[in-house]
């Protein structure tokens, strides 16, 4: 079974809709991030989550929610859909080990495919 | 913020031909990461490589953080290594990751 596991894998939304992206997973870590990534471009962090109780902002988290409901869970929220938040969207876990939590290696699901008609 | 520039964009390859693909970054790291992400859009870690060198197979990376530079070594490259491959950073005392744009790789057969 996938470490990193997201649902749904595809989904076609209007405008205006409220949709939820949810990311499950079974690696214990408590590092957890959400990414989104437009045609022809690297990933952008939306928001990152250190453990149940701490959220943060990544660097384009405008238009998009957060909830982490465990330790293992972590849900995205476009709380009114436009089209230009069509895009591939990634979850991915790490745990962070050593002096100073130097090692951080992320692990990422396989990604939804968000279209916003 | 830190800039991770990644070089070539584009890469057209014969198969069985070596390449190179460089990863620059502005600002010291803790963590440096390469992963490829195939055709299906799965991505798939590589490396993960704050510095030295390591080795898988046919792949390689060696990080010189001194330099602020990655390199991934394919040598022998087959037609399944098409897709893009990505570099990501984390600067030192920094909490978000950076990726690169990617390098878009495609090996004919």
């Known amino acids: 079974d996938a470490d990193v596991t997201q649902t749904p894998r595809n989904r076609i939304t209007k405008t205006g809709k409220r949709i939820m992206l949810e990311c499950s997973q079974t690696?214990?870590?408590?590092?957890m991030y959400w990414y989104r990534q437009d045609p022809g471009l690297g990933l952008r962090l939306i928001y990152y989550?250190?453990?149940?109780?701490?959220?943060n902002k990544g660097e384009i988290s405008d238009g998009y929610s957060v909830s982490r409901q465990a330790q293992a869970k972590f849900s995205l929220s476009l709380e009114s859909a436009i089209p230009n938040q069509t895009a591939l969207y990634f979850c991915?876990?790490?745990?962070?080990?050593?002096?100073?939590?130097?090692?951080?290696?992320?692990?990422f699901g396989p990604g939804t495919r968000l279209t916003v008609l | 913020g830190i800039q991770v520039e990644q070089s070539p964009p584009d890469l057209i390859l014969q198969e069985g031909a070596n390449s190179t693909l460089r990863c620059n970054f502005s600002?010291?790291?803790?963590?440096l990461q390469w992963f490829h992400q195939n055709p299906w859009g799965q991505l798939i870690n590589l490396f993960y490589?704050?510095?030295g060198t390591k080795q898988n197979g046919r792949l390689s990376a060696t990080t010189v953080a001194t330099e602020r530079y990655s390199l991934l070594y394919i040598s022998s490259s087959q037609t399944t290594d098409s897709g893009v491959y990505f570099c990501?950073?984390?600067?030192?005392?920094?909490?978000?990751?950076?990726f690169g744009a990617g390098t878009r790789l495609f090996v004919k057969a």
């Open positions: 991915a876990t790490s745990d962070v080990i050593g002096l100073g939590g130097s090692y951080n290696e992320q692990f």
């Open positions: 600002d010291s790291v803790n963590n």
């Open positions: 989550s250190f453990d149940v109780k701490d959220i």
């Open positions: 690696k214990g870590h408590d590092r």
């Open positions: 990501a950073v984390l600067n030192t005392g920094g909490f978000k990751t950076i």
């Open positions: 490589i704050p510095s």
